[in-house]
């Protein structure tokens, strides 16, 4: 470890150990990258998305008071409905009229059983085209010891997929230019689910714990519920948390992220929202700000796209709206990450970065034509993203 390596560390001590966070502070040495040693990364992860408050003294109380929320959310949302039906069909008096699974009351627990595992198809199609590692195929040290206690039969997620008829693709939830999420050279998804090794009873893998989060999310936000490319989002958190060496963190890795991933989605939802695309807080705005910005910052270069009529959109979208987390390996991203969250006026620097990568080959982009140019742009490839994040930082410096 190189003694500049180690002073970055000491700062971030310092800084983190205070009664009362400096948060700018934390934030300047957050957007320079944070190092992973010690759980850094994961406390300002924590502090950053306002998941932690700044007064340290507080600290223990308010993750007791989320994680038992959490454990609440989980006896509510997934083992009560689980009991609910496996209750229902012990004997022909227990369905009632109100209960019948058949009952058309949009309001009857059955419908919203089913209506559930509408959201949890996609959900559970998604979460196992996970990033080519494989980390999220792997057993969690930390089980859900509440859904898999071997003293009851609660009804898991996984159960409850495999139980179910309904063909996923009648139910998938997608937005305009999110059809094809993924690229097809950063992820390489199993060809069949039946590639995802089996675990034995009483353990779970980390996709199964990113697709209770997720479920969760959509159980508590029925406006937005889920859409494809939420996956993406949470993905990259609950690596870092469960990643985290203190194991005492690493435990709850599980209920943080479900807190910190809700805290993000409260500040880019909007770009989930169809119906808020063409409002200033949409993603299309968006898109259009990356154009301006390059147009102010490389005339040629925009002059030459809109020629060849390659619209944002074609690119763009998902590059914001995924957060960059699927153009770059995840210790990229990770590390992306650590700059955008550190953004005090809150991912302006995620539309400087995107201006950023198409600076940087410009070269490659003047000289192709559109097919070339859509592929370079589908498939980005400069690898190194500490230059990208440099570049950006320079046309913030110049605005």
């Not at 406390?43 to 008071?65: D, F, Q, V």
């Not at 012990?90 to 209506?115: A, C, G, I």
């Not at 990568?357 to 690898?383: A, C, S």
Request: aromatic share 10%; hydrophobic share 40%; charged share 25%.
């Amino acid at each position: 470890m190189s003694s500049l390596h180690k002073s970055r560390i000491a700062d971030f001590q310092d800084v983190l150990k205070e009664p009362t966070i400096a948060l700018e502070k934390l934030q300047e040495l957050s957007f320079s990258g944070i190092p992973c040693e010690g759980g850094l990364r994961c406390l300002c992860w924590k502090i950053l998305l306002n998941y932690l408050p700044l007064e340290r003294a507080s600290w223990t109380s308010i993750l007791a008071k989320q994680r038992e929320l959490y454990s609440q959310f989980l006896r509510e949302m997934i083992i009560q409905p689980g009991i609910a039906k496996a209750n229902m069909g012990v004997s022909r008096e227990d369905v009632t009229f109100e209960d019948h699974p058949l009952n058309p009351n949009p309001d009857s627990r059955w419908n919203t059983y089913f209506k559930d595992n509408e959201v949890l198809l996609q959900i559970d199609k998604d979460v196992r085209l996970c990033p080519d590692i494989s980390f999220f195929q792997r057993a969690t040290e930390y089980p859900c010891l509440l859904i898999l206690d071997p003293q009851n039969e609660f009804e898991t997620l996984r159960k409850r997929v495999e139980q179910t008829t309904l063909k996923s693709q009648t139910v998938a939830r997608n937005r305009s230019g999110v059809t094809n999420m993924s690229s097809p050279h950063k992820n390489a998804a199993p060809s069949s689910v039946n590639e995802y090794q089996v675990l034995p009873n009483g353990c779970e893998a980390h996709w199964e714990v990113v697709e209770r989060i997720l479920f969760i999310y959509a159980k508590l936000n029925p406006g937005i519920a889920y859409v494809q490319g939420m996956n993406e989002i949470v993905g990259p958190l609950y690596y870092t948390f469960a990643t985290d060496p203190n194991s005492e963190w690493k435990e709850h890795a599980e209920a943080d992220t479900f807190f910190c991933f809700t805290n993000l989605m409260a500040e880019i939802r909007d770009n989930f929202i169809k119906s808020l695309d063409d409002s200033q807080c949409g993603i299309t705005y968006k898109m259009e700000k990356v154009y301006s910005t390059l147009k102010d910052k490389d005339m040629e270069l925009y002059l030459k796209l809109q020629e060849q009529n390659i619209k944002p959109q074609f690119f763009a979208f998902r590059w914001l709206t995924l957060l960059l987390s699927q153009e770059f390996l995840l210790p990229d991203v990770i590390r992306i990450w650590d700059s955008l969250f550190a953004d005090n006026s809150r991912f302006d620097f995620l539309l400087l970065v995107c201006c950023a990568m198409l600076i940087l080959i410009r070269e490659h982009l003047l000289e192709g034509d559109f097919t070339v140019n859509m592929r370079l742009l589908q498939d980005y490839p400069i690898t190194d993203v500490c230059q990208i994040l440099q570049k950006a930082k320079e046309l913030q410096d110049s605005q």
